[in-house]
């Protein structure tokens, strides 16, 4: 039996707080997130292309940004809820070494037809906001 459960629109309102998560920014991160999602710029796998462009390392791309802020909005609705939506926005790039703290809020329930809107935000600790953005989950209907 799972212990993952999904949340109802009953259990939501507007202006809830997600809790916050701690990514740690590690080389293996940054460098696997680029080849599984087919990005083989240099810039995101070696460190002296990405130096030559004035970063101290490889830096995250946003795909693998994108992924991370729908692993932070699914790991707090649930298993059963479903991706409608993603906006982001980049900030700051990531690095290795650094950590970046995700933190978010719902904006929107509608109860009729149980999609959800929320709020991401992940910053870094050393240059700040590295992505900016919403969601929107599709709950399923209350039993």
């Known amino acids: 039996m799972s212990d993952y459960k999904t ?3 009953a259990e939501i309102s507007v202006g809830d707080k997600l809790p916050s998560l701690d990514i740690d920014i590690t080389t293996g991160l940054v460098v696997c997130g680029a080849l599984a999602t087919r990005d083989f710029e240099p810039v995101h796998h070696d460190k ?4 030559a462009t004035g970063l101290p390392d490889v830096f995250m791309n946003i795909l693998t940004s994108q992924g991370l802020m729908t692993r932070f909005a699914t790991d707090w609705s649930g298993p059963e809820a479903v991706v409608k939506s993603l906006d982001l926005r980049l900030g700051a790039p990531n690095v290795p070494g650094m950590v970046m703290t995700m933190t978010g809020a719902v904006t929107a329930v509608d109860s009729g037809t149980g999609v959800v809107e929320i709020e991401v935000l992940g910053e870094n600790n050393i240059w700040g906001m590295h992505m900016q953005g919403s969601v929107q989950l599709a709950l399923p209907k209350e039993a």
């Not at 002296?48 to 130096?51: F, K, M, Q, R």
């Open 7 to 9: 949340l109802g629109c």
């Open 48 to 51: 002296a292309s990405a130096v």
